[in-house]
């Protein structure tokens, strides 16, 4: 009782002492709370847009609803979910325990991009309620200067979210470069620090652009200076150039740390040093930089040139190279090791299976001539969702239930999280794998009625969204009733090797009594029998 | 992990400020006269490129970047390098978008059997779109 009461969660006290603090857990902690959520939110629109495409027609929305809520599932996975959770969330909390850091370099700067996140959200949840955005997440002009629904209001919300992004990006690189404990090398820090620093890259160098975008978007609705508007003198790909310069990156921003956790979490449980640690370290960084080089890919069918359009396709092409280099490692890391079966590792093998998937039919959309048969159908919605919740948020759960001890002190139902896995992934491949099928016979996405031919389909694609549900709540219930009475976990319940599970949990206000010095590598299983405790 | 500070502030003599406040000056104007040029489509490369290269005698000399430690050079340059990248593909866009409408016709051969009606296909082929 003694060691909890030092923890983090319960010194010092106060509510205040949370809204003020500097402490990177705690900012963790808020953040990984917020997004929480706003992923609860995302998921409801996801679960009613499924439900209103049981069956052609009217099923339970309008068009125009349906308009909205598949703009608004969009933007707030995106902006207030994806991007931030492994990065603001769970990378706050373990960046600098990893690293034998009290704190990350600037703590205030911390503390200020939490709440400019919460800003910003709240700018959105604002549009939400004067008249819900219809534009689709990409808020695509022509029509967006157009829509009457808030589109300023959303837009300059996520330009607020932007700020958030780069300032943590900032954070973790000085807090990478500055902060690292005696002993702790490059090439001796454990793979989600190389994912983390991958990822800060891109939010420094990328995402201003996206908020220069929005802010001509915002200057043409509101001021009508012609930029986009041909009318004017503008040209509307040039948004699209714009946007994607953006976004493309980002969705490495995405994807980037949670192939960080899968490094950390495959290790772990298959007690086998990573293969190929130069290879996985340096992959990261050369798909920050690829992921500059493809926007275009986006646009094939926009009316961009034939050049472009080539060049862009060739370009695309490289990212499958490192992004196979990390899963061909974590394969052989795989092989000969003493793989057992807990949560994190069930959420980290669905990765490799559902990511391979996410990543292949990605070829197959950079391909020029079959894009444009598959631009705008459902198979960009499977491929994508296959890299973004089979790839991302497989990680994330991965990661959340493996660092769940350390940042909570309890452990949850191993029983009702492998079955909670389990749902996930059959209710995941349910709802998603048949969507390659009907794009592929040519549903257009974003559509709010269609075909009779497609409704087995899509009624198949809805029920496997109920199983997926099913999952979630489940996880929600062992997840929370474990913050009750979960047995207590010891500092290193995985018999893992990071600085982070050399401390109790949950980790005490400092995180550490004196600095460590670091003597082995962070995957060192063959040479130091680690003891689960 | 301590900080050591292994350089001292880096101080220029007055008249390396006067000189490249000048130049800016001078550039300025220059900018403001090229303008009234008409160099067609190279109107905006020459006002990016003079004004670009104002940014980096600020950059330089007045944020002493040239006298910093070298990694803040290399970082600056990795930005500098995005936009080109930017710039770049995205006029191989702009400037090539014309040539989607280059495609000329190629005569079809004289005489070529190309589709041959007779009476057993067409009555196939009203099949066929019978069944769609």
Do not use: C
């Amino acid at each position: 009782m003694s060691e909890d009461q030092a923890s983090f969660l319960n010194y010092p006290r106060g509510i205040k002492s949370w809204l003020f603090t500097l402490d990177h857990k705690r900012i963790g902690l808020m953040y990984l709370i917020a997004i929480m959520f706003f992923f609860f939110v995302g998921g409801v629109l996801a679960m009613l847009i499924r439900l209103e495409l049981f069956s052609p027609g009217k099923t339970i929305m309008e068009a125009h609803t349906y308009n909205q809520m598949f703009t608004l599932h969009g933007a707030i996975m995106i902006f207030l979910f994806i991007i931030p959770v492994i990065p603001a969330a769970l990378g706050n909390f373990v960046l600098p325990l990893m690293l034998g850091a009290k704190d990350v370099a600037f703590p205030r700067l911390n503390l200020l991009s939490f709440y400019i996140y919460i800003f910003g959200a709240l700018f959105a949840l604002y549009s939400i309620i004067t008249g819900a955005v219809d534009t689709g997440w990409t808020f695509y002009t022509p029509y967006s200067t157009e829509s009457t629904t808030s589109v300023i209001s959303m837009t300059f919300g996520v330009f607020i979210l932007g700020f958030s992004s780069i300032l943590t990006g900032l954070n973790f690189i000085v807090t990478i470069h500055k902060l690292r404990a005696p002993g702790l090398t490059w090439f001796n820090q454990p793979l989600f620090i190389w994912g983390l620093y991958a990822t800060a890259i891109i939010q420094v160098l990328a995402t201003p652009v996206l908020s220069i975008t929005l802010v001509l978007l915002i200057l043409e609705k509101a001021f009508g200076i012609g930029i986009f508007d041909p009318a004017m003198g503008g040209d509307p790909v040039l948004y699209q150039h714009f946007f994607w310069f953006y976004s493309h990156p980002a969705v490495y921003i995405m994807i980037l740390p949670g192939m960080g956790i899968i490094s950390e979490t495959i290790t772990v449980f298959s007690r086998k040093k990573i293969f190929g640690y130069k290879a996985i370290a340096f992959s990261s960084l050369a798909i920050a930089f690829v992921s500059f080089l493809v926007w275009g890919h986006h646009m094939f069918t926009s009316g961009q040139s034939e050049i472009a359009a080539m060049i862009f396709s060739f370009l695309t092409f490289l990212v499958g190279i490192p992004s196979g280099i990390k899963i061909f490692n974590w394969l052989a890391t795989l092989y000969r090791g003493q793989i057992s079966f807990e949560a994190p590792m069930l959420y980290t093998l669905s990765f490799l299976f559902l990511f391979t998937i996410g990543g292949l039919t990605g070829i197959f959309l950079g391909t020029l001539a079959l894009d444009v048969h598959l631009h705008d159908t459902y198979f960009v919605v499977a491929h994508f969702h296959y890299v973004m919740m089979g790839g991302t948020v497989m990680a994330f759960l991965a990661g959340l239930h493996y660092w769940w001890p350390k940042i909570f002190g309890r452990l949850y139902n191993e029983t009702l999280a492998k079955i909670a896995a389990l749902f996930i992934f059959v209710g995941f491949n349910a709802t998603f794998f048949v969507q390659f099928i009907l794009g592929s016979r040519g549903m257009p996405r974003r559509y709010y009625n269609y075909l009779d031919q497609f409704q087995p389909l899509h009624a198949f694609s809805s029920v496997g969204s109920w199983i997926m549900a099913v999952g979630f709540l489940i996880m929600g219930f062992y997840l929370i009733s474990s913050l009750f009475n979960g047995k207590r976990a010891g500092k290193n319940p995985w018999g893992a090797l990071g600085l982070e599970w050399t401390i109790s949990s949950p980790p005490p206000h400092d995180n550490f009594a004196v600095t460590p010095q670091v003597s082995h590598g962070p995957y060192d299983y063959d040479k130091i029998a680690v003891e689960r405790d | 992990m301590s900080q050591e500070r292994t350089h001292t502030d880096h101080i220029l003599p007055n008249k390396t400020y006067l000189l490249v406040a000048a130049a800016l000056l001078v550039f300025t104007a220059i900018t403001v006269r090229v303008s009234f040029i008409d160099l067609g489509g190279y109107n905006a490369i020459a006002a990016i490129a003079i004004a670009t290269f104002k940014a980096l005698l600020v950059s330089f000399f007045f944020m002493h970047l040239l006298y910093d430690k070298k990694i803040y050079l290399f970082v600056f340059s990795i930005g500098l390098l995005f936009v080109g990248v930017f710039i770049a593909l995205t006029m191989f866009d702009t400037l090539r978008r014309a040539d989607i409408y280059d495609v000329t016709a190629e005569p079809i051969q004289k005489d070529a059997v190309i589709y041959q009606e007779n009476p057993a296909d067409s009555t196939r082929a009203d099949e066929r779109s019978g069944q769609h």
